[in-house]
């Protein structure tokens, strides 16, 4: 029963290039996040939204924005990538915000070169 | 700024022994404290949480235990598996969107 998807598992892209990962629930949260995973950083807060259109900014927005036009959608895109955001995107949803469950989608492992 | 201190990175054990893994916040207002398992190439998913208002946690192998007063957490698996290997994540959160993760205990447990 697969509750948050991501668009691609993999993705190559130049730098420079404008990069979109998307994620999908099916849950009906109201909350989705987008983290970045890096060797012995753990997991970094990029984006938070808590409704349709509404954002945040978490610890490292820089390079980054995001776009929620629909509940269950919540898109990351860089608008120029860069190597320093090869990395592995992981995007997350949960019912109430801090006193529940996050779900997280699969990852996607981004290689800008 | 706010951080969550885990240790240690790695952890081997042999099958059949207990494993702990320590986090350490810093926000004394953190009031919910999640556990996830990283199993490689898949997602991370939760395997308990405790919330401040509790001092232990049990789970059938798997317990977590809060000190407050110290401001630290720590998760313990008992009679370890094979299955048990992957990375383990800690997390405080004060209430907020705001999740603080520690970095990670990659533990193997050698059959």
């Known amino acids: 029963d697969v509750k948050v998807t991501q668009s691609s598992r993999y993705l190559v892209k130049r730098t420079g290039e404008k990069v979109f990962l998307e994620c999908v629930q099916d849950m009906d949260h109201e909350n989705m996040f987008w983290y970045r995973q890096d060797p012995g950083l753990g997991l970094r807060l990029i984006y938070f939204s808590y409704d349709v259109k509404m954002k945040e900014k978490g610890d490292i927005p820089e390079g980054y924005s995001v776009s929620r036009e629909k509940k269950e959608r919540f898109s990351l895109i860089l608008e120029s990538a860069s190597t320093n955001q090869t990395s592995m995107y992981l995007c997350?949803?949960?019912?109430?915000?801090?006193?529940?469950?996050?779900?997280f989608g699969p990852g996607t492992r981004l290689t800008v070169t | 700024g706010e951080n969550v201190e885990q240790h240690p990175s790695t952890l081997s054990v042999q099958e059949g022994d207990s494993a702990v893994i320590k986090c350490t916040y810093s926000?004394?207002?953190?009031?919910?404290f999640p556990w996830y398992k990283q199993e490689l190439g898949k997602r991370p998913q939760l395997i308990i949480d405790i919330r401040s208002n509790v001092g232990e946690k049990k789970d059938q192998r798997i317990a977590v235990t809060l000190n407050k007063t110290a401001k630290h957490f720590s998760l313990h698996i008992t009679e370890t598996q094979p299955e048990d290997s992957a990375v383990y994540f800690c997390?405080?959160?004060?209430?907020?969107?705001?999740?603080?993760f520690g970095t990670g205990t990659r533990l193997k447990v050698l059959a």
């Open positions: 997350a949803s949960e019912r109430l915000a801090g006193v529940s469950e996050q779900y």
């Open positions: 926000d004394s207002a953190s009031n919910y």
């Open positions: 997390a405080a959160n004060t209430g907020t969107y705001k999740y603080i």
